[in-house]
Structures are given as C-alpha cells and as structure tokens.
C-alpha cells in the first residue's frame, strides 16, 4: 500500500544525516516523500564561509540574503532532494537560534503543509533535546496534530538529531535497516556545506550512530524511532514488480520483530569516531564502519 511520508526538521542539513536512510526507501519503495526545512535560508556557514562571522555583514560572500539564498540555500535544497528522491521539498525563512519557530504562526504554517500534503505519516525529531531549534520544528509538528483540525491526522514518529548526542533519553521502539543505502545516504550529505559535511558530520557523527542503531537491531546499519501513534512501522509489504529496481520490503519493521529475528544485543556505548583533528575521512570510516561495496 502506497504511503505519503512528510519529514520536518529545523535545517535541510539534518534531513540527510538523521534520516536519509529512510527516506530514500520509502521512496524506492515507491512512496510520496516530502521534507519541510523550517529555519531557512539562515545564514551562511562560518566553517564554508568564515568571512560570513562578520556580524556587520552576515552573508559574505554574498551581496546579500537573497543572493545566498539562489546561490547556495536553494541548490542545497534541490539537491537533497534529488538524492533522497523527495518529491517536493518546502522551506519557511525562519532565522535559526530564535524563539519564532515557538510562535503560533509557525503552526499555522506547518497545518498548511500537513493539509496539502495530507501524510500518512510524520517524522521529526524528540522533543527531549538541549537544541532549541529542534524543539521548536517538533513542537509546531505536535501542536499542528493536537491542536488543530485537520484534512487527515498522521501517525508520528520521532527521530534522533543528526549528531545523536543533542536528543536525550532518546528509547527507540522502531528501528529502519538502512544498509543497503547507507551510501545514498552519504551521497546527499555531500549536497550541503560544498561536501564538507561529510567528514564534519556523516562520517564523525551519522555513520557511527547507523552503525550503533544497527548493532541495537542486528543488522550493520540502522535509523532509530520513537513513534507517538503506533501502526506506522508495521511491515510494509508492497509489489516488488512495480516497486522499481532495489525497492525494499521492509522500511519501517518494529524493534521486537527484529530483535527476536537477530537475537542481537546493543553495545549500549555510544561509539566516539573523532579523532584529534575533529574530522573523520571517508576511506577509514569505511574501514571503521561495513559498508557495503554495491547496494542491492
């Protein structure tokens, strides 16, 4: 049965990092996959762009937040996009580090979304976080479904943040085997910060979190959830005929099915990947982590 998934999260940098995975295999599997960025354009990155921490001019190199906008916001957005296989991909202009995103217009905004795109099912991020930003996309996403009426009420499930340590007492009861993606999923990573969030984030951070989840629930990667709504996770068994070439039967398998599959248990560390230098290349992250040679 076809699905309409609908991701938010604070940045379009966390989408790839967190839950890339599962996006890209709801849409191999033939789904409707939407993403909404609330805190953007912002503002260029200082490690990218170090001549923007001028705060007389914030967007050097830029001539200005329009121009950054069309020449970096927007291609990063179209980009991910791409590689995920996202059918649209939504942004508000919100300012990050601000308190707007815990404004009432916030969650109008976010009703519009959710009406037009009418999903079965919702992802953001656990409420339990000392990132203000995080807090804020997942409380208009919370408020929007219990505050308000709308066209169709989706299931909801919460995601980690992109590093892993910003959510706290984060218990996942759904986990996602995101294996046979895991370098699709690195691939949209590369669409932001010029490719420099890969060695900054994917490697340091997503790779050995997808490896740490996996260990959770026997398989070499994984993304974890916590669902609100329970149903969403049941598996999904579509047409492999007319699900295109590498669509997966199982996108989102509850957590028990697969530990009483595996008989594997966690680790229950979270693995540290950084070295002195703070970054993480690609070839020994490899040789850190499995990852596959050819996706299946």
């Known amino acids: 049965m076809k699905q309409t998934i609908l991701a938010v999260s604070p940045y379009v940098i966390d989408l790839p990092l967190s839950i890339g995975g599962t996006l890209a295999l709801h849409a191999r599997a033939g789904d409707d996959v939407y993403a909404l960025a609330m805190c953007y354009p912002g503002l260029p990155n200082g490690v990218i762009y170090p001549e923007s921490r001028n705060p007389e001019n914030p967007f050097k190199p830029f001539d200005s937040e329009k121009d950054f906008k069309e020449k970096v916001a927007d291609v990063e957005k179209d980009a991910v996009a791409a590689a995920l296989g996202i059918k649209e991909f939504f942004a508000f202009d919100y300012q990050p580090h601000a308190e707007a995103l815990f404004e009432r217009e916030v969650v109008d905004r976010t009703v519009e979304i959710i009406d037009r795109v009418q999903p079965d099912a919702i992802i953001t991020y656990w409420p339990v976080t000392n990132y203000t930003d995080f807090s804020g996309a997942t409380m208009a996403v919370t408020r929007a479904i219990t505050e308000r009426k709308l066209k169709k009420v989706p299931r909801l499930l919460f995601s980690e943040t992109l590093t892993s340590k910003h959510t706290l007492c984060f218990h996942p009861d759904q986990y996602v085997d995101i294996t046979p993606v895991v370098r699709q999923k690195r691939e949209a990573t590369r669409m932001v910060w010029e490719g420099q969030a890969v060695d900054y984030f994917y490697n340091v951070f997503s790779l050995p979190t997808s490896d740490w989840r996996g260990r959770e629930c026997g398989v070499p990667h994984a993304e974890a959830f916590v669902t609100l709504h329970g149903g969403f996770?049941?598996?999904?068994?579509?047409?492999?005929?007319?699900?295109?070439?590498?669509?997966?039967?199982?996108?989102?398998?509850?957590?028990?099915?697969?530990?009483?599959?595996?008989?594997?248990?966690?680790?229950?560390?979270?693995?540290f990947a950084t070295g002195a230098s703070g970054v993480l290349d690609t070839p020994t992250a490899e040789k850190v982590f499995y990852i596959p040679r050819a996706e299946t």
């Open 233 to 271: 996770g049941e598996i999904k068994r579509i047409n492999p005929l007319e699900s295109g070439r590498g669509a997966d039967p199982y996108v989102l398998t509850r957590a028990q099915d697969l530990l009483a599959m595996h008989k594997r248990v966690p680790y229950g560390v979270y693995p």
